[in-house]
């Protein structure tokens, strides 16, 4: 029989970690008496990051009196008490190997069903003071459990839990934790997993990834129910290569093409059309080294790379291209890489883009010609005038080798030579209030490239017109948003350490553009992406969640602690790892 120990609440707070300040519901109290338990928490209870905690499917979190036992053997603790770990309700009995997802149980008047194990989040460990909780509850199968409430009503310490119904599979709470954060996730279970309807939407979204992967080679694929980073091919070569330079080509006022092969004369290994490239520049007359991305704009399977170059004002890498690369010359090259590419489907296809941001979505142009797709296909562009709109003749000439396909290019301000009608189709700007009266299909897959204020708008705006967002694919030339869950995000400029620069090898930053040597305080690599203010994303900081998985463009890296499951061939995971040398990485 298991019995309510008992129930803990505490409203979200500041608290001091690491420096900084996490606002956070995890410090939660006993409370004697009764306690009203409501469809989104307990009264008296909050969450601070609704985001990874609460909300329906998370109400109520479930812990056990014998994990909490376990603990105190394996870290040789005594003070551990209920409520420790940030759980509404500790109760005697109900372990994670034994109750199931989709259990329902009675306690006093509230009837809760379970929904999903515990989240792997940091703030695991901040109350009980071990940095490793987060992994240890996965590997020593103890995540505890969240519950949706069924039935409202009140609960007390010392009530019995009644069990009144068992859920469809009896896939376990141990079992489908470590189904997702532990190697193996076999097909048969994934299938029975996806089939319990009490399991929380986010977790089946990441079971079904991981059940829609293909069979790869044993030890290289990573974790697409985590990260959508694993979803990429592993790259065709380690580190960077030299390519000569086989062609350069002006594409607008101030776009250049340059065009990359191998200076053997092989073909290049083929890439996904959407993918990019980073090269490695060495700035003559100076120690400067710059590294930056660049889409391929050309057609997947060709003998070259091509990439398509914006001159920026105050761009030092982009100067350097214009008028450095020639003919003949050699540029060191890191392999195609990247999420962002045209995924095998029929669905109508919206690739949308505004400036040099059509250098991926002309790559996926070239492959649905080179395929003879019959997707139904609608091209959106927008630029300034005829003088800044790169590949207007090739672009045009694709679409017309397409069966069903639809143009529509916006010219914010055309000149006296810009023909209405045939350079280009609408005057003003490529915006919501544009896109909304095109009439676009509403199944379609979305792919979208620009700068980020135009993204962030037109993706709101494809949304709120009934598209589904999980079909809206975005390309970002520079560093992705951060996610530092319950810390406020400070949007200062990447810069060097502060104090005295390290002894050790060069960690070079390439979407931030800094280079900086490697040295104490940071003992990882996220922190020391931190001390640095580049845009980081993370959850568990040891090794679980796949948050902070990250491309590792070249050089090597050595673990601490060892994470649960590998990531995906050419990526690491920042949060528990340090460079073995030289490392350049992609944030």
């Known amino acids: 029989m298991a019995i309510l120990a008992s129930v803990n609440v505490g409203m979200p707070r500041d608290v001091t970690w690491n420096r900084r300040t996490v606002y956070t519901g995890a410090w939660k109290q006993p409370v004697s008496g009764p306690r009203m338990v409501r ?10 990051d609704l985001a990874g905690h609460g909300g329906e499917n998370r109400a109520v979190l479930v812990y056990q009196v014998d994990s909490y036992q376990h603990w105190a053997r394996v870290l040789d603790r005594q003070d551990l008490a209920p409520g420790l770990l940030g759980e509404n309700l500790t109760v005697d009995g109900l372990p994670d190997d034994q109750v199931c997802i989709g259990d329902r149980f009675q306690i006093g008047q509230a009837v809760l069903e379970v929904t999903q194990p515990r989240v792997t989040c940091y703030r695991a460990g901040m109350r009980i003071g071990e940095p490793r909780m987060a992994a240890l509850m996965v590997e020593h199968g103890r995540p505890g459990f969240y519950c949706r409430v069924i039935e409202e009503g009140e609960v007390e310490s010392g009530q019995e839990v009644i069990k009144v119904s068992a859920g469809p ?14 190697p193996g996730h076999p097909r048969d279970v994934l299938r029975r997993a996806l089939r319990i309807p009490a399991l929380s939407p986010g977790w089946k979204q990441s079971l079904q990834a991981l059940s829609n992967r293909p069979q790869q080679q044993k030890g290289s694929a990573g974790n697409v129910g985590l990260t959508a980073t694993a979803a990429a091919p592993p790259p065709a070569w380690a580190g960077f290569r030299r390519l000569r330079v086989s062609a350069v080509h002006d594409e607008s006022r101030h776009v250049r093409s340059i065009s990359l092969a191998d200076p053997d004369g092989a073909r290049l290994p083929e890439w996904l059309p959407g993918q990019s490239i980073t090269v490695r520049l060495h700035i003559q007359g100076s120690d400067a080294v710059l ?4 889409s391929l704009s050309n057609r997947p399977g060709s003998a070259d790379y091509r990439i398509s170059v914006k001159l920026e004002p105050h761009g030092l890498a982009s100067s350097h291209l214009h008028a450095h690369a020639h003919p003949g010359d050699l540029i060191e090259v890191a392999a195609p890489r990247g999420v962002f590419f045209l995924g095998e489907a029929a669905s109508p296809l919206i690739l949308v883009s505004a400036g040099v941001g059509a250098t991926p979505v002309l790559s996926m142009l070239h492959r649905l010609v080179a395929t003879g797709s019959k997707r139904e296909t609608w091209w959106l562009y927008g630029a300034r005038n005829g003088r800044e709109h790169p590949f207007a003749a090739e672009s045009r000439r694709l679409l017309e080798q397409l069966p069903v396909s639809h143009s529509h290019i916006f010219y914010s301000r055309p000149t006296s030579q810009d023909r209405h009608g045939v350079d280009f189709t609408e005057q003003g700007r490529l915006s919501v209030s544009a896109i909304s009266g095109l009439g676009l299909p509403r199944d379609a897959d979305v792919y979208l490239c620009g700068p980020a204020g135009f993204m962030n708008d037109v993706t709101a705006g494809l949304v709120a017109s009934g598209l589904d967002p999980a079909r809206v694919h975005y390309e970002i030339f520079g560093a992705a948003a951060s996610l530092t869950p319950g810390i406020a995000a400070t949007p200062i400029a990447p810069h060097l350490p502060a104090g005295v620069p390290g002894p050790g090898p060069d960690i070079h930053f390439a979407r931030s553009g800094l280079s900086a040597p490697w040295g104490p305080p940071s003992t990882t690599l996220l922190e020391f992406a931190e001390a640095c203010d580049i845009s980081t994303r993370w959850s568990c900081r040891t090794g679980v969640c796949h948050n902070c998985e990250t491309a590792l463009l070249s050089g090597a890296v050595e673990y601490d602690p060892q994470p649960l499951e590998p990531p995906a061939e050419g990526n690491i995971l920042i949060c528990c790892s340090r460079p073995r040398g030289p490392v350049v990485i992609d944030l």
């Open 169 to 182: 599979e009896q896939i376990s709470v141990a079992e489908i934790d470590a189904l997702l954060y532990l």
């Open 39 to 48: 469809r989104l928490n307990v009264d008296g209870d909050g969450q601070g």
């Open 291 to 294: 590294v930056r991305n660049y």
